[in-house]
């Protein structure tokens, strides 16, 4: 059961696609991934936790003429072996910027990820109820009933 929801989860992530746009239309509170040069991806190492990762993917929060401020989702441990997401907000200078692409819903593939998902859970629940019925139909006493008249006991 556990294996076809796994294999699924990769599908999950396709469910989101990009375009590329011109830097200067992107409006604050867009969700946008920025392809940021070789040294910006150095100097954002230490602020996001990642190594060198070139992609920038976060929630546009200023687009100013100089540089944009995005602010991105950072997954930092917590007490007690738990997670907690906060958020770091790094500026990128337009010089360090390659490209910025925003990010949409693909409604389509998403359907077809959650009616794939629906399909597995279906078969799994049909096969665990076929598994419970079985037994045959069978009683422990190989088929035949027993009977014990009460009546017989009374004084």
């Known amino acids: 059961m556990r294996r076809p929801l796994l294999a699924v989860l990769p599908l999950v992530t396709g469910c989101y696609t990009y375009a590329l746009i011109e ?14 040069s070789p040294a910006a991806a150095e100097r954002l190492t230490p602020l996001l936790g990642r190594v060198e990762d070139r992609l920038v993917t976060g929630t546009l929060i200023d687009n100013g003429a100089q540089s944009i401020i995005i602010e991105v989702p950072k997954v930092v441990p917590a007490s007690a072996g738990a997670v907690e997401t906060l958020n770091q907000r790094v500026s990128i200078v337009r010089s360090d910027l390659i490209g910025l692409e925003t990010r949409t819903l693909d409604k389509v593939r998403s359907g077809a990820v959650a009616g794939g998902v629906a399909l ?23 088929g035949t009933e027993l009977r014990i008249p009460l009546g017989s006991f009374a004084p």
Not at 23 to 35: L, M
Not at 128 to 141: D, E, I, N
Request: positive net charge.
């Open 120 to 142: 597995v859970i279906g078969i799994a629940a049909i096969k665990a109820l076929q598994g419970q019925g079985s037994s045959g139909g069978t009683r422990p006493g190989g």
């Open 23 to 36: 830097p200067s239309t992107a409006q604050p509170g867009t969700d946008v991934r920025a392809h940021v």
